[in-house]
Nanobody, 122 residues
Framework: VQLQASGGGSVQAGGSLRLSCAAS????????MGWFRQAPGNEREFVAA????????YYEDSVKGRFTISRENAKNTVYLQIDRLKPEDTAVYYC????????????????WGKGTLVTVSS
């Protein structure tokens, strides 16, 4: 599965971005999809995930209420809507895919895309 993330950029605090991740896999609808981020000097951390079927969603506590993950299976695409951006959201954002979702979430992902950089200025 090849994953291509896009939509990053430089924004001011309080702004919004929508990240997209397009998958090459025709069985995209069967995969759990996740977003992770890595800030400079920090380890990669889980942000959000969405199950294949039923669309149950999961969020890291610090992004609840500001981030929304969604998927459009007909387009093999998963999205991450980010609202009320904060400088601490600055990071490279990665999308990932896996057959199942289990903790720790990053270990449940089998496929990773190249990241897209989000920079938030105060």
């Amino acid at each position: 599965v090849q994953l291509q993330a896009s939509g990053g950029g430089s924004v001011q605090a309080g702004g919004s971005l929508r990240l997209s991740c397009a998958a090459s896999e025709r069985k995209f609808s069967t995969y759990v999809m996740g977003w992770f981020r890595q800030a400079p000097g920090n380890e990669r951390e889980f942000v959000a995930a969405i199950r294949c079927c039923g669309g149950s969603t999961y969020y890291e506590d610090s992004v609840k209420g500001r981030f929304t993950i969604s998927r459009e299976n007909a387009k093999n695409t998963v999205y991450l809507q980010i609202d009320r951006l904060k400088p601490e959201d600055t990071a490279v954002y990665y999308c990932a895919a896996g057959a199942r979702l289990f903790r720790p979430y990053d270990t449940s992902m089998s496929y990773w895309g190249k990241g897209t950089l989000v920079t938030v200025s105060s």
